[in-house]
């Protein structure tokens, strides 16, 4: 497919079957033809000139439920909300966005009470990772009953993991700001790590799934940063106003690769 629309390989093939073509091409083609007139358009035109059977057999199953639509009551109110809520969180985010609140909480207690880790600041050192543990758990398999659901609809690209990734940020970010601003710690210092964590999370995560991406960092950081930096009381260079044009150098080229590679997270390979 190109950026746009389509090619009429990829249309054809679909038309007839989509056994030419790859899964991860039937995933972008069914995607892209959700939001695309003109492409969906041409698919009819291809069905009708080049098998009639398959357009048969869809006037044939409208005929038959249209009547039942006309008659058909709609969606309540309640469920529609929940059916919009759904584009932003799972159920399973809620327990998982309130586990990292209570990290960031009880690591601003801990520098509160000058617990003699020097001058480290734990709510500085967590800041990274406390999202990209809420973005991992809202694509986990293990944990989101509806993983397999959610994942095998065209829908699933890229709007819905940003979707996903605001919605714990929007927890994330305000608890940080708390414990920022208890401890003294600069906006900058603990924001531009945090966001560049979470876009190089989703950069990842369109190679290799973005639950894997956030578990590789998440160990990463941990045991570069986290260890060494409570084994000496110490707080890392990385951590440091020294470090925050790196961090926003990653942030840049993190958003780079995320829109570069958008399309990647409309095929199942992203949603591991």
């Not at 199953?61 to 309540?76: D, F, I």
């Not at 159920?91 to 690591?107: Q, R, S």
């Not at 979707?163 to 920022?180: D, E, F, I, Q």
């Amino acid at each position: 497919m190109s950026r746009e629309h389509a090619s009429e390989r990829i249309i054809d093939g679909y038309a007839h079957g989509g056994a030419d073509l790859t899964t991860d091409e039937v995933w972008a083609v069914e995607a892209h033809l959700e939001t695309c007139r003109g492409c969906r358009d041409r698919l009819s035109a291809t069905v009708e000139a080049e098998v009639p059977a398959v357009a048969a057999l869809v006037d044939t199953v409208w005929s038959g439920l249209e009547p039942r639509l006309a008659v058909t009551a709609t969606m309540p109110r309640g469920r529609r909300r929940s059916a919009a809520l759904s584009r932003w969180m799972t159920p399973t985010m809620v327990p998982w966005l309130a586990m990292v609140v209570g990290v960031t909480l009880l690591a601003l207690l801990l520098d509160l009470a000058d617990t003699g880790y020097g001058e480290v600041s734990l709510v500085l050192l967590f800041a990274p990772v406390l999202p990209v543990l809420g973005v991992a758990a809202s694509w986990s398999r293990g944990l989101d009953p509806a993983y397999e659901l959610t994942a095998s609809v065209p829908r699933a690209g890229l709007g819905l993991v940003l979707r996903r990734t605001a919605s714990v940020l929007a927890v994330v970010v305000p608890a940080l700001s708390v414990g920022g601003w208890a401890t003294g710690v600069m906006v900058a210092q603990w924001l531009l790590p945090c966001l560049a964590f979470t876009t190089t999370t989703l950069a990842l995560g369109g190679v290799v799934g973005v639950t894997r991406a956030a578990v590789v960092l998440a160990a990463v950081w941990a045991a570069v940063v986290v260890a060494p930096a409570l084994a000496t009381s110490r707080t890392s260079f990385a951590l440091q106003t020294g470090g925050l044009p790196a961090w926003g150098l990653i942030l840049a080229l993190g958003i780079g690769v995320v829109i570069a590679r958008r399309g990647a997270y409309s095929v199942l390979g992203a949603h591991r």
